[in-house]
């Protein structure tokens, strides 16, 4: 046995095909080496960004996205080729540097369009000695060892090179499996979560799924489409036209014009707080018993939609502090954080306000942490500056969020502008808690352990929680010298599991019609001493709220698509896919379809439906040339 081993290495070594195999690494070792010290950093970045995500199935990706760059290194020989694996290590070693800097400063990874938001820089470039740490030169030692080495091998050996054909097909068959295994991987990605890749909401979650390498390119992918989008010059007279649009929606003075001057803004933005919730009962109990008791001393709109696209609550807040429709594909929040916006914080800022947006998770989630800056807050208070003693669902109770946030509330400067946006009732709501703290239970009978169960409880729990803040903000005499604005951000019951509310609801019809109408959240004005409490059944939604509120305060903004939700006259709602309702007639895009609301039935197109059509599909396009252009930029200079 002992004996056998030798004689079959040496045959082995005899065999052309293992002495060939071994040339091949050996004229390729470089390619080798480098590939594999790049893997291992790649993987080790990975690790340490994002432990509790990390897993190995990142490696497939990581592998990939490097074979496609070494790849071509086949296609070089001698010192180019060195060269070229100099200058990818270099590359690469830099960039995991920059994003471990950056992750440590903003739990987060850089984009080409954070890289653009110099005020933004400025946190890190002060604070830079101090995120370095000695470990990080782990990532520069193969550099400094390696150029030496090279050198001297490249004097004293004769590296034997392939022939080019040879070459050539080494680089077809690399660069066709790094492209196959990409492709599976961005089919997983897009299948499990399909706007992630556009609208970049988690971009450490994203890192986690493709790796370093693959964010970045499908970062500069995002970003030079909308460039290449937004290259083409928008001509006078088409500027123009948006222009006379925005002039024609523009707000006439009411009875609100004015009435929150000088109080405070207290605005909370609700995780899938549908409308439905609001005065129902399940066995008997209230579901949403605090916030019940607010519609009735509030302005309470029930006809109030939610317009979110690939954005979702990012875009709900987009709009609630822009009036302007989220972005075509993707989240606003991540493609036009770069733009000018005339943003709400912004025009209170102006009026001598102080702006703070509070919210209890990842500050670089949605964006938020660039495009806070971009919209004029003054300060964000995300998940670092949290006592995080409470979790439920993704971070941070709403109980200990809006706890805390109401000790932070009353040290700030008056007049103040506070955005709040609540996260316990997150889909899919099966982190219920509360019971234990003498919270009413909610009994939901068949519907226990189920989505819709759980929604029912878990915005049971937010009702609460959101019900011993608004107490708070009455009883500490806050609410006399504020207006306060509650509203949901989108859905909470998925279209696959639309069933159970209408079941719930006893609704008779399931059609495209019967689906929108409950695409309601609520919207809540709570003025002081309960001033102009009541129900208000205007169709509205939420491009209307800044109007709404630049009326109420006073300020001059002339870029709004939406329109003030006191003012009378012909009111619609557009929504980001084409559809639209008119509060008489829904139509529904995607299957070119009119409803009579009142009867249900479908109806004809009329010219004047379809003008109403047009109006909307104009508005639309006027929205995405203002964004695309940062139209405001330029109107502001002249
Ligand atoms: C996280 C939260 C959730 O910060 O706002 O966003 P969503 O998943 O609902 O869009
Ligand atoms: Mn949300």
Redesign the pocket.
Known sequence: MNLKIPKLIKIALNNTFIKNGIEILKINADVIIFFIILCIKLINYGKSISPEYFSTTVITPIIASLLLLFSFSFLLKNKKRIRYLFIIDILISALILADLVYYRYYTDIITISSIGNAKLLGGVKDAIASLVKVSDFFYLIDIIVFIPIFKIYYKKVDVKVQSLVARIITFFMIFTVGTVVEAKTFKKVSIEQPTLLTAM?DRIYLTKMIGNLNFHMVDLFNFSNTKIKNSKKLSASEENQVKSYLKSKTTKTNQFTGIGNGKNLIMIQV?ALQNFVINAKINGKEITPNLNKWVNKSAYFDNYFYQVAGG??SDAEFMSLNSLYPAQSGAAYYTYCGNTLNSLPKELNANGYYTAAL?G?AEG??NRNVMYNTEGFNDFFGQSKYDRNENVG?GLSDKSFLNQSFDELQKFKQPYFSFL?T?SS?YPFNDVKGYENGMDTLDVGSYKNTLFGNYLEGIHYTDKQLGDFLDKLESSGIADNSIIVLYGDHFAIPKQNINDLYKFEGSSSSDDLAWYQYQKVPLLIHFPKDKNKGTNHTYACQMDLLPTITNMFDLKNDYMFGKDIFSTGNRKVTFRNGSFTDANVFYVSWTNTYYDIKTGSKVNETPKLKSLKENSSNELKYSDELLNHNLIKSWIKK
């Open positions: 909401s995780e979702n609550t919210h998770y989630y949605w993704l946006i996260l997150h």
